[in-house]
């Protein structure tokens, strides 16, 4: 047998696929139970009209002899990086067509990012994270060094916790913690990887949550930002595309990979499909925006009523404000994984034990706003009487 | 800066984007020019009508409330799965259906696959090789091996050449030769791993053109394969899904690294695009299939009219039948890119130069069915004087 990734092997399964597992076991033992679920950071609003029109269009499109649709071009549809210019000119963030990357979503570009680098590169994350940027990291043979994110710190990282140039992964509004940074904050980051040669690896699939206009909703909000930072993006969760798949991410030529990932992609991508480009095309279409305010706009309600839950109850907690997700302390100092079980078996409620995040994340709780707006409150009334 | 990937850095450049730029340069200069693409093996057949409404109808399906999909399962929705499996076992070549992972295409899933190996282990690819594999396996850290394939064995690999155990990477109908491995002859290959510790990584993303019945379409026609081969799937070529991106890997359980391949798919993907799984579904269908025919029929129109034009003009060549590509020795002992140029600039005519794929495709030109059949029929009139 041929010597596998020493990261592929062994015990640790993937966060969520341990959920469903304690989920699926649960189910079968009580096959009755109505089960909410606040664990996952899945949709439940159907994907904008205008976005499926256009998915409608382009097949009809790619059926029709004179509208065959072969290879597109590895980083995406001209037409796709320039609505996406288009977004980023309007939050001030100049960033050119050619340095946006068209991809099937934030996480299914991780392992070509990672890949850019030699392994002696260190890999900095935050604790807790959002497992992926870890596991990825590690199957890509870099070493992962973390950056603990603690309650006094209002859950953020600190720039001067970095010791060895590396490539840093941050994640604005933050999963899971929900945490938002400022522009200064930024600033701090983006001073620190120039001075110290890192690069920024920074993940803002939730900005369109951000309604403070004081917050930044990109790296690029920051000036010289452009020379140390690569920027993920996503219309999963603004856009209800997390089955349809598609984000983007912005290599400045700047930074210093620009040619590493064109050269990447050309040997490991033939584009995205292109029916998926045309209806996130319409999801940044005036109409798409609109539309896209709705379903934003149940996701806010939620946060907004879990947050005033567990402040009112005076349960320590943040996010919920400019973020979908809301990082919960457990009750009476217990483990995550022990409340987890307990919500799941006394009030039929599923949430995301912190330990799952990293070792900073136990005694905490991530609860997600992307429920219906109904079962969110469901869910409310039946932890009533546990927090 | 941080030190990059070696495998990224330097001026090598993928062969497709080296031709696009010659063509480029070449149209620049000659605005009026009506060049014939015979290079990129890109469809040119509209997508079945099924397809197409299967793609409509997960569109509405998704855009209402009660047909809300968000993720879909890492490894492929199921009714997917089924259908490929389904297929499989049409082939007498049993695979289950959770051995079978649904992918955006082979060169996408190639990233993956790589990764679950230590770099210790080589990769064993064929001379000449579509690009991809090598600059995959080189990017994942590997050291690559080259097998030759030469003329008088039929441009065929020969199993004794494999001096480490590694990963073997087999293309049968193959790209760029178009020489298709009989089943005796895959039987060689999987005795060699077998007996050699060694893994076979085998692509068919051309396996809907066999014709002939006595040739094998899976690696699993061959008994025991399960225990040492993976072997990649694509709707690509068959069902004019270039535009689309669907295809699959088959991992299976019995070959040891199904785990690996289960936990590198948790942290790097979140499946693939639900209405194109939806479109696949029904490509696979009966009616998905008498279309597919259709398209089929036109690019082995193609195949037989260039292969029927240079044996009477007795020049070498190989592939053709069975296969949609053919590989022709350069006329006067001449060199491919050489060859490449002149056919260029002197017939309008574009083909892919063997040097492209390794060192011995010099001397050897590609040349693809799946242009138009009236356009197809017109390059080989241009290039008629010289050949």
Known sequence: MLELNAALT???????????????????????????????GDITQPLAPVAAAALRTAAAEMASPAGVRG?????????????LAHQYEGLSCPVLPDEITVTAGSKDA????FALFSPAVPVWVCDPVYPAYRDCALA????????PCRAE?????????ITEPGLIVLCTPNNP???????????????????????????????????DNSLPRSIYAVPEAHRCAIELGSFSKSDGFTGLRCGWVVVPEACGCAGAWRRWL??????????????????????????????????????????????????PCTGGENAPYLWVRCPDGGDSWGWFR???????????PGAGFGAMGEGWLRFTAFGKNAATAEALRRMDRLF
Do not use: K
């Not at 522009?183 to 890192?198: F, H, I, K, P, T």
């Open 110 to 113: 991780l392992g070509g990012l």
């Open 10 to 40: 062994g015990s640790a399964d993937y966060l969520f696929c341990r959920i469903d597992e304690a989920v699926a076991d649960y189910r079968a033992a009580h096959p009755l139970a109505r089960l909410i679920s606040l664990g996952i």
């Open 177 to 211: 913690t929900g945490a938002v940074m400022t522009r200064a904050e930024l600033q701090r980051w983006v001073d620190r990887a120039l001075a110290g040669g890192s690069l920024l690896l920074v993940d803002t699939a939730y900005a369109a949550f951000v309604t």
């Open 266 to 315: 050309g040997s490991h991508s033939n584009g995205i499909s292109y029916p998926v480009q045309r209806a996130a095309e319409a999801a940044l279409s005036p109409t798409g925006l609109r539309q896209r305010g709705r379903a934003l706009g149940v996701y806010r309600r939620n946060a907004e009523r879990m947050l005033d839950f567990f402040t009112r109850r005076s349960v």
């Open 342 to 352: 307990r919500l799941l078996e006394e009030c039929g409620v599923i949430c995301a």
């Open 153 to 161: 710190n209002g859950f953020l990282p600190c720039p001067e916790e």
């Open 140 to 147: 890509a043979g870099h070493r992962v060094h973390t950056l």
């Open 71 to 83: 290879y597109g071009p590895a980083g995406g549809y001209p037409f796709l990086q320039t609505a």
